[in-house]
């Protein structure tokens, strides 16, 4: 009986970690063709591209040749999204590992 009940304490204490664990982002590879950094649009205009998606910014980056940014939406939902870094223009959002948004004709 003691044997179950500390399995027990310990299984939900596992549960209970993973439930407050942040949630997985599959970005994959995604590619902007953004050329040469010098011609990139600064951090800041970045970040306000995003305050104006209404989102509330919890990282910043630079991954690969895009702009990517960790956020939660107006509805409190984790998201992580690519902008093209000379455009700013918003190109992918993922969601708990799904992809949620696409630029028309994005490949990358």
Same mark, same amino acid.
Do not use: N
């Given at each position: 009986?003691?044997?179950?009940?500390?399995?027990?304490?310990?299984?939900?204490?596992?549960?209970?970690?993973?439930?407050?664990?942040?949630?997985?982002?599959?970005?994959?590879?995604?590619?902007? %063709?953004?050329?040469?950094?010098?011609?990139?649009? *600064? +951090?800041?205009?970045? !970040?306000?591209?995003?305050?104006?998606? =209404?989102? &509330?910014?919890?990282?910043?980056?630079?991954?690969?040749?895009?702009?990517?940014?960790?956020?939660?939406?107006?509805? %409190?939902?984790?998201?992580?999204?690519?902008?093209? *870094? +000379?455009?700013?223009? !918003?190109?992918?959002?993922?969601?708990? =590992?799904? &992809?949620?948004?696409?630029?028309?004709?994005?490949?990358?």
């Amino acid at each position: 009986m003691f044997r179950f009940r500390k399995s027990a304490m310990v299984l939900a204490a596992i549960g209970s970690c993973a439930a407050f664990s942040a949630p997985a982002y599959a970005d994959g590879d995604v590619v902007c %063709g953004a050329g040469p950094k010098e011609s990139w649009k *600064p +951090v800041k205009a970045l !970040k306000k591209q995003a305050w104006l998606e =209404g989102w &509330e910014l919890l990282k910043t980056q630079v991954e690969g040749d895009c702009y990517e940014v960790y956020a939660r939406t107006e509805q %409190g939902q984790a998201i992580e999204a690519f902008f093209h *870094p +000379v455009t700013l223009k !918003k190109l992918v959002v993922f969601r708990r =590992g799904q &992809e949620i948004y696409r630029a028309p004709g994005f490949k990358g």
